[in-house]
């Protein structure tokens, strides 16, 4: 009798196909907790590097804009004048001119489109372009500003991966489209001059 009753009371087997479920169950939840930490170190590490060549591009910027002050004070004191050397990088609507700094990185920051999958995609996150120009070394947007900027050996592939800028009309509007600009119109090279109309644009 005792036993009959041990009988009832036992706890049936668990199924082999329900056992089999939790082990599986449980591997994919630790497959998924390594690759969430894998990729949290990987972001980590990528901020660090952005942080850091953020940091080496700004060091390159002040050193060339001290170069070109060092140049124009000795040739002055030397009773001569100093020419600087012809920019490599020119902005170009039917108007052109020669951008600086501030105007290649508010342009982007601002008006910054990519080409992805022959899409015009806004460049909200460093993921973007990684995934397109990472295999060049272009992985935030700090890079991709120093290869326009400073016309890099990857400058063909950043310039094509941007998307054609979209600014609006001038505030003020423009003047004589069809004058040149040294005779007191809009066409033609403004050279640094382009700078004020970028931010007119912008």
């Known amino acids: 009798m005792d036993g009959a009753e041990e009988e009832k009371k ?51 910027y002040r050193q060339m804009h ?11 004191k030397a009773g001569n004048f100093y020419v600087p050397a012809e920019p490599k990088l020119a902005f170009v609507i039917s108007i052109r001119g020669y951008p600086n700094l501030k105007s290649v990185n508010e342009l982007i920051y601002k008006r910054g489109y990519g080409k992805i999958n022959k899409k015009r995609i806004a460049l909200t ?20 500003i120093h290869e326009i900027y400073t016309v890099g050996k990857r400058f063909k592939e950043a310039n094509n991966f941007l998307w054609p800028f ?9 003047k004589k489209k069809t004058t040149h600009f040294v005779e007191g119109g809009d066409a033609g090279n403004r050279e640094d001059q382009i700078n004020r109309l970028i931010r007119r644009m912008n």
């Not at 082999?16 to 082990?23: C, G, H, N, S, Y």
């Not at 973007?128 to 991709?144: F, N, P, T, V």
């Not at 979209?166 to 423009?174: A, N, Q, T, V």
Request: glycine share 4%; proline share 3%.
């Open 166 to 174: 979209k600014l609006s009309s001038p505030r003020g509007g423009m």
């Open 66 to 76: 001290r170069t070109e002050i060092r140049m124009a004070r000795m040739a002055r």
């Open 125 to 144: 996150d460093n993921t973007l372009i990684a995934q397109s120009l990472g295999k060049y070394g272009i992985i935030c947007m700090e890079d991709l």
């Open 10 to 60: 036992k706890v049936p087997a668990v199924p082999e196909t329900l056992k089999k479920k939790r082990r599986n169950f449980a591997e994919l939840k630790i497959k998924r907790l390594r690759k969430k930490f894998a990729q949290k170190m990987l972001r980590k590490a990528r901020r660090k590097l952005i942080y850091e060549k953020a940091k080496h591009y700004h060091k390159e």
